[in-house]
């Protein structure tokens, strides 16, 4: 069974530039969430989807965004890029009412310059 | 809001010396606690869920317990592959199904 895809893995920007970022859940999962990692904050709730609804956000700013698609596909979007968005950003699957027990792709590390 | 603290931040074993790793929450209402491991480059991957105060889980060498304050993750006779980054997790009945992570304990194992 085929894990949690993210792609690309690796992206260099600029600041003031917008970024895309891709994920593919396990097949079956409705549910994707996406989380920031950085060294000093730790894994940070961005959003979480379901059915192509957003069911719950957190505390960034509204410059990040997200989306998911019918076949349960999701992007996130990141415009304006600050230096201070360089992070792994990681998308997360689960089945649908199994809160917790969720399946990580290896992420999308983003360096912005 | 959820808090979590993880102890210590970083913790060098011997290959065979037991230790725990410590979870210390704040959680309106807990649905859950939970503990993944995370490699290098790698995303977390998921160990255990506890539920409820006094509840114990176990996969191999680790052994997950829980209280109403706090989590430990007892590790009993580490192998250097036991070597990674230990995360824990909650997610609280009025957050839906965010979850709020501590940021981990890194374990090194020497063999």
């Known amino acids: 069974k085929a894990g949690v895809t993210q792609t690309p893995r690796y992206l260099i920007k600029t600041r003031g530039q917008q970024v895309t970022l891709s994920c593919s859940p396990i097949?079956?999962?409705?549910?994707v969430s996406w989380y920031q990692q950085t060294p000093g904050q730790g894994l940070q709730f961005l959003f979480e989807?379901?059915?192509?609804?957003?069911?719950n956000k957190g505390n960034f700013p509204g410059r990040f965004s997200g989306r998911q698609f019918s076949n349960s596909r999701s992007e996130m979007n990141v415009s304006t890029l600050e230096l201070g968005d360089s992070a792994l950003y990681l998308c997360?699957?689960?089945?649908?009412?199994?809160?917790?027990?969720?399946?990580f792709g290896e992420g999308s590390r983003l360096t912005v310059l | 809001e959820d808090q979590v603290t993880q102890s210590p931040e970083a913790l060098r074993l011997q290959e065979g010396e037991s230790s725990s790793l410590n979870c210390s929450y704040t959680?309106?209402?807990?649905?859950?606690l939970f503990w993944y491991r995370q490699d290098p480059g790698k995303g977390p991957e998921f160990l255990f869920t506890?539920?409820?105060a006094g509840e114990e889980k176990e996969k191999e060498r680790l052994k997950a317990t829980l209280t109403k304050k706090e989590s430990f993750l007892h590790i009993t006779a580490p192998k250097p592959e036991d070597s990674a980054t230990y995360l824990c997790?909650?997610?609280?009945?009025?957050?839906?199904?965010?979850?709020?992570f501590g940021t981990g304990t890194r374990l090194a194992v020497r063999p």
């Open positions: 997360a699957s689960t089945r649908a009412g199994n809160t917790g027990e969720l399946f």
């Open positions: 097949s079956g999962h409705r549910s």
């Open positions: 989807y379901f059915s192509e609804t957003q069911r």
């Open positions: 959680v309106s209402g807990l649905r859950g």
């Open positions: 506890l539920y409820s």
């Open positions: 997790a909650v997610a609280g009945k009025s957050s839906g199904d965010k979850l709020t």
